[in-house]
């Protein structure tokens, strides 16, 4: 199945089960509950850049933290609070989980995956690192547990290409999945020797070139950030290029007033924040330059929702289990993944 009628299918679904509109009273009535309910069960709230706005927000007044998939995983290791609510996809609170096996970790529902994680059945991966192995193994953050337990490292989109390179340097060959435009934009980069896996973004894959380089051609002042799992085309034509955190970044610090943007469409809600005179545009999916009508946004992180949130917290529903053989396997490139990212960082902040 392509991945276009992959997501057509995922939306259908996924719009079947979409609560009605929520009322600014009713808004405001959740997000006091839930203030609440975090505070009486010493829980905090944690919430990827892709989440509704809404959500962000609320992680923020109460606390709890808004970012990256590496910088969620962090927060929620170092936070005291007994139990994470983790809103954003399932290998999130699963990472949560594997990285404080003592932590109650709660999602607002349990059906929302990723097409990454999807795309990388552990028995296939499995037999696939057999056929090779002589490679060190290099999994994305977006993949299960059981394909955690089966690599040497895990990485996220913001220390990816760091690890790879050192691992080259190692004189190691790697085995990369499941995100063949990361795989092979790493490989651009690095010249390092990858085997990749063909997995997708169902979002980022539908970013489409031709309009990008229409669009850039109306918007000539805007600069472009995209986002490394987008196909190499629509890469070729960034002015950045970097994970949620480091297009956050490049927003802040590029002089330019106005950015189009190919990534999922809740970043706004902190690039906004952080950049208030600038403008943000959704790069285009669909159609013909300006016009587009762009579905930048992950289906499965729209699943998060103040109602889902409270009715967890109420009940203790959608707890993220993990298996408990997988445990020390998995959290052993996890913590490989974090040992580096400190040690770079105190390296960067010893030659600030
Ligand atoms: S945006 Fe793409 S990579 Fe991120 S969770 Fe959704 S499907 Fe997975």
Known sequence: MSHVSERILVQAHLDAKQPKPLTPAEEDAYRQ???????KQNAVLVAHYYCDPVLQA?????GGCVADSLEMARFGSQHPAQTLVVAGVKFMGETAKILNPEKRILMPTLEATCSLDLGCPVDEF?????????RTVVVYANTSAAVKARADWVVTSSCALEIVESLMDNGE?????????LGRYIQRETGADMLLWEGACIVHEEFKSKQLADMKALYPQAAVLVHPESPEAVIELADAVGSTSQLIKAAQTLPNEMFIVATDRGIFYKMQQLCPGKQFIEAPTA????????CAHCPWMAMNTLERMLQSLRTGSNEI???AALIPKAVKPLKRMLDFTQAARLTLAGNA
Not at 287 to 294: D, E, H, K, L, M
């Open 321 to 323: 289990l993990v298996d």
């Open 33 to 39: 509950d839930i203030a609440a309910e975090l505070k």
């Open 58 to 62: 609320l992680a923020e007044e109460t």
């Open 126 to 134: 499995s037999a696939f690192c057999d056929q090779h192995p002589e």
């Open 287 to 294: 159609g013909s330059g300006a016009t587009c009508r762009s």
């Open 173 to 181: 060959t790697i085995l990369w999945a499941p995100d063949q435009h």
